[in-house]
T-cell receptor, first 109, second 113 residues
């Protein structure tokens, strides 16, 4: 089993749609959780951290379920600029990060 | 935050040769990480570079193939040795500050011909 597994995608959605990405992780000792965004031919950049209580940043909502070892990202009112690959990232300790394979999102006009 | 300067940004190399990638950080960091991202795939950790000790390699990666230097707290190099076309990939360095955001260099796009 992979350490971090994500929806394979790709997701092709129209502008304004709501899209959800799911991610599961295998190591119950994982300490921190993140969603990163990677644009084509660019390095990954932090989109948001994921907290047990759930957290929201504008159109983006992240959820963590430690019991199920499950992480989600919800994007509301999709914009063309949201088109990217979204990486689920799980950290064990000391920045030892494990990346999911990424889910590619394309938002179309 | 951290600003990482990684170079070269891209290179085309002959098989059998070696390429050294450099990462310079604008602040002192204890640990630096080297990743590989093959086409269409996510990042795979190659090794963790610790200042003052040998790098720690992940399963499937060995020091003879990917020697790493970490001469001080702001700099590291990764060498891809005796390259073959299978080594064509993007290589990224990364730093972080304990359970918080990780910052990445811009990546080195390597093509081996």
């Amino acid at each position: 089993r992979k350490e971090v597994e994500q929806d394979p995608g790709p997701f092709n959605v129209p502008e304004g749609a709501t899209v959800a990405f799911n991610c599961t992780y295998s190591n119950s000792a994982s300490q921190s959780f993140f969603w990163y965004r990677q644009d084509c031919r660019k390095e990954p950049k932090l989109l948001m951290s994921v907290y047990s209580s759930g957290n929201e940043d504008g159109r983006f909502t992240a959820q963590l379920n430690r019991a199920s070892q499950y992480i989600s990202l919800l994007i509301r009112d999709s914009k063309l600029s949201d088109s990217a690959t979204y990486l689920c990232v799980v950290e064990y300790n000391n920045n030892d990060m494990r990346f999911g394979a990424g889910t590619r999102l394309t938002v179309k006009p | 935050s951290a600003v990482i300067s990684q170079k070269p940004s891209r290179d085309i190399c002959q098989r059998g040769t070696s390429l050294t990638i450099q990462c310079q950080v604008d602040s002192q960091v204890t640990m630096m990480f080297w990743y590989r991202q093959q086409p269409g795939q996510s990042l795979t950790l190659i090794a963790t570079a610790n200042q003052g000790s040998e790098a720690t390699y992940e399963s499937g990666f060995v020091i003879d193939k990917f020697p790493i230097s970490r001469p001080n707290l702001t700099f590291s190099t990764l060498t891809v040795s005796n390259m073959s076309p299978e080594d064509s990939s993007i290589y990224l360095c990364s730093v972080g500050y304990g359970n918080t955001e990780a910052f990445f260099g811009q990546g080195t796009r390597l093509t081996v011909v």
